[in-house]
């Protein structure tokens, strides 16, 4: 299989260290499980406190850790088309407004493509 690389790879690769910095993890560890596959059933299970470094201790905070991670939830998606572009994550931990325009956009392309 042939695979492109371009900005989405980009994002895809931004989502995992975002991961990497929310759960203090490695991308890929000795149980042969990537960093993604552990965390994408936690991010559908709407668990997202599962995903975060025990070693913070409760230390952050909460909105701008759900911000983050439903930042990386989405530079994730395993394709490319629906992952945002690399300017629409980086507005997620500052701009409500935006995540949430960013949010129907990509909603919008879902059902598009139903």
């Known amino acids: 299989m ?3 690389v371009d900005e989405k790879t980009d ?4 989502g ?6 929310l759960s203090g993890k490695k ?3 000795g149980s042969h499980q990537s960093l993604q596959s552990w965390a994408k059933p936690i991010f559908s299970r709407a668990e997202i406190e599962k995903v975060v470094d025990p070693r913070l201790g409760g230390f952050y905070d909460v909105k701008q850790l759900n911000r ?3 930042a990386a939830s989405l530079c994730i998606r395993g394709s490319s088309i ?3 572009t690399m300017s629409e994550v980086l507005l997620f931990p500052f701009n409500y407004y935006n995540y949430c325009i960013i949010s129907l956009r990509i909603f919008l392309i ?3 493509f139903l």
């Not at 994002?11 to 931004?14: I, Y």
């Not at 995992?16 to 910095?21: A, K, P």
């Open 11 to 14: 994002v895809f690769a931004f």
């Open 82 to 84: 629906w992952r945002p």
């Open 68 to 70: 983050l991670a439903f």
């Open 16 to 21: 995992v260290f975002l991961l990497e910095l």
């Open 27 to 29: 991308p890929v560890d």
């Open 2 to 4: 042939r695979r492109v």
């Open 110 to 112: 879902y059902i598009y």
